[in-house]
């Protein structure tokens, strides 16, 4: 085929450094909220201090403090900061309905909620995406791997090859993949699988598309690789169209289309932390701290899912829902609610409200993906 045009070269570079760009803007997020971690558990050790010797505002602060760490601190990384801060919000609650404060149990919680925000987390780096789809086959023939290679070609999708679990492993670790096609007895029956396996553990590839292909295609194995995560069985010896389709299907997954995500959250933190977990070239993020400009702001940037905080000042995100779910033009309109109650009671009133779903805080990056 004839080389392409200048611009779709320098379109696909443009592509490259966007990437790049996303990557190196999220590892900065997440150091610049652990550098400001010390200064927060600071602050909240002096409201601490305060409140022991009687200031019920300054316990209330304290509060306000403990619960948006408890919400936000996991999503970016400090999962037992977000741990001991939930176990510190615990002794806090009584407080607000006049109970006398559990000294002992407030500085041995605070002690634990301090030590574990000294201890800085590194986010490891995905592989940047390129702007051709990839297929990683995986298969001990030496011919089919060939013939794949010269079908990815004839349909403008990179093909990698491996014969092994190690080496298909090795190559997802090193460049991106939209889809992993195995053949279903890699050394042995069923032993594809364990390719399966394997490339689901890795950190970045949970929901990583696979396909399988077989001779036989007996019911117990394609159930067996339906549990292994498998989307799509090839007979073998699959042709050109059956490759191209199923290359197709697997990268239309791992590259969906641009969506528009509204998150309602009076904490920035939490907002740019849902915004870290959710942005890229397949999704926008839009935040919005207060509550009362909502229906402005829907009007506004038309989101395709709506993340509310259920504890906010003014209108809660039950109220929120309800108000949605009153006004026709938003009674469709998803709305998962963010929550660090998960209760019978919490739990119900979401779905009264109207709510679609709920995730408890600290919100963690693939279930909320997913």
């Known amino acids: 085929p004839p080389p392409p045009p200048p611009e779709a070269l320098e379109e696909a570079e443009e592509v490259d450094v966007a990437v790049d760009d996303l990557a190196a803007s999220l590892a900065a997020l997440n150091a610049e909220y652990g550098a400001r971690l010390k200064e927060k558990v600071a602050a909240l050790e002096a409201?601490?201090?305060?409140?022991?010797?009687?200031?019920?505002?300054?316990?209330?602060?304290?509060?306000?403090?403990?619960?948006?760490?408890?919400?936000?601190?996991?999503?970016?990384?400090?999962?037992?900061?977000?741990?001991?801060?939930?176990?510190?919000?615990?002794v806090l609650l009584p407080t607000r309905a006049g109970a006398p404060v559990d000294v002992a149990a407030l500085d041995a919680s605070f002690r634990t909620l301090a030590a574990a925000a000294s201890v800085p987390v590194k986010p490891a780096a995905a592989p940047p995406r390129p702007s051709e789809g990839v297929l990683l086959v995986v298969d001990e023939d030496a011919k089919l791997l060939a013939e794949a290679e010269h079908m990815g070609r004839q349909?403008?999708?990179?093909?990698?090859?491996?014969?092994?679990?190690?080496a298909a492993c090795e190559v997802a670790r090193r460049q991106w993949v939209d889809g992993v096609l195995v053949h279903l007895d890699l050394g042995g029956p069923l032993g594809g699988l364990a390719v399966a396996h394997a490339l689901r553990a890795e950190e970045s590839l949970p929901v990583l598309p696979l396909a399988v292909t077989g001779a036989r295609g007996?019911?117990?194995e394609r159930v067996a690789a339906a549990h292994a995560g498998a989307s799509?069985?090839?007979?073998?010896?699959?042709?050109?169209?059956?490759?191209?389709?199923?290359?197709?299907?697997?990268?239309?997954?791992?590259?969906?289309?641009?969506?528009?995500?509204?998150?309602?959250?009076?904490?920035?933190?939490?907002?740019?932390?849902?915004?870290?977990?959710?942005?890229?070239d397949q999704m926008e993020v839009v935040g919005l701290n207060d509550a009362h400009g909502l229906m402005e702001a829907l009007a506004r940037h038309r989101p395709d899912l709506l993340l509310l905080d259920v504890q906010m000042p003014g209108p809660s995100g039950f109220d929120l829902c309800r108000i949605l779910r009153s006004t026709p033009e938003w009674q469709e309109l998803p709305v998962l609610l963010i929550t660090a109650h998960l209760g019978l009671e919490f739990r119900l009133a979401a779905?009264?409200?109207?709510?679609?779903?709920?995730?408890?805080?600290?919100?963690?990056?693939?279930?909320?993906?997913a």
């Open 155 to 166: 349909v403008g999708v990179g093909v990698v090859t491996a014969r092994t679990v190690g």
């Open 232 to 280: 799509l069985f090839l007979p073998r010896p699959f042709t050109a169209r059956d490759f191209s389709a199923a290359a197709e299907r697997m990268v239309a997954a791992r590259r969906p289309e641009r969506a528009r995500v509204m998150v309602v959250d009076d904490d920035p933190d939490a907002i740019a932390a849902l915004t870290q977990a959710l942005a890229s």
């Open 218 to 220: 007996v019911l117990e």
């Open 351 to 369: 779905f009264q409200a109207g709510a679609d779903d709920y995730l408890s805080k600290p919100v963690l990056r693939e279930e909320l993906r």
């Open 47 to 90: 409201l601490l201090v305060r409140g022991r010797g009687g200031d019920a505002a300054a316990l209330e602060e304290a509060y306000t403090v403990v619960h948006k760490l408890h919400g936000t601190a996991g999503s970016y990384g400090f999962l037992e900061v977000s741990i001991r801060a939930g176990l510190l919000e615990a």
